[in-house]
């Protein structure tokens, strides 16, 4: 079994720790939260510098809310460049920009470091559980070699093509997903000043061809007013612009892409940023008169 680092025990990070844990890999954190210290406690060997977590390991993974955070992480003092050594592997399963992980990539193969840039889709429902979709960027030998360990994590693993390439695949997730949400915010704010049964209205969509694991989800936490973060707004609208920085890289016009992004704003200027993104409704109902 091969040695794992893990960096960002978040939200999602520490139960996919957790899962690696007890599958048997032996697992390096870095002792710098109560998240590290319950998993020093279930087995986990605690380090004092992210560089040290990486000399400890076969293979470092990372999950981190920016890019900016996985830059400092890697590239910063005692961190892991720092101390990963040659025939190492480096996962990076934070959402960031694929120019990032790409640069990442190519310094870390200065080293001999391998890298695969493997964001994931599913929130915290899908790392506890281990159903997280995982979107794989980098060669074919390190997704190999990476994917017993994906497996502990995910269930539909997909190596998309070289560095970078899971990157963009995951924020063009995030557009669909955020604009399918605007889609079910709008449609439930509609039908709720019209007197529609919203419970009713959700159960036969769900049976047609609007029916999506949002309407589903996402319906049903708007329906009961259950805005507690599974994922938050802030770390979508990130992403958001993440897309948008990559549209303008490519002269891509993304219309609908960016009006979720303003609503985002509007909610994050509203005191909102750290509630679920199913909480676009809640702009739409301020918007609305319906609150």
Known sequence: MEKIGFIGLGIMGKPMAMHLLNAGHPL???EGNRAARELINAGAAGHASYAAVAK?????????????????????????????????????MSSIAPATASRICELLSE???ASIDAPVSGGQVGAEAATLSIMAGGTEEAFRRALPIFERLGKNIVRIGEA?????????????????????AEAFT???KAGVDLEKMREVLLGGFAQSRILDLHGKRIIDGNYKPGFRIRLHRKDMGLA??????????????????????????????EADHSALALLMAHLSGTE
């Open 244 to 273: 948008l920085q990559a549209a303008r890289e490519l002269s891509v016009p993304l219309y609908g892409s960016a009006v979720v992004a303003a609503q985002m704003d509007a909610l994050i200027a509203r005191g909102e940023g």
């Open 164 to 184: 970078g390439a899971g990157q963009m695949t995951k924020i063009c997730n995030q557009m669909i997903v955020g604009m399918t949400i605007q889609a079910v």
């Open 190 to 192: 509609l039908a709720s």
């Open 28 to 30: 390096h954190v870095y």
């Open 56 to 92: 400890a390991s076969d293979i470092v993974i990372t999950m981190l809310p920016d890019s900016p955070d996985v830059e400092a992480v890697v590239f910063g003092k005692d961190g892991v460049a720092e101390g990963i050594g040659k025939g190492s592997l480096f996962i990076d």
């Open 111 to 113: 080293k001999g470091v």
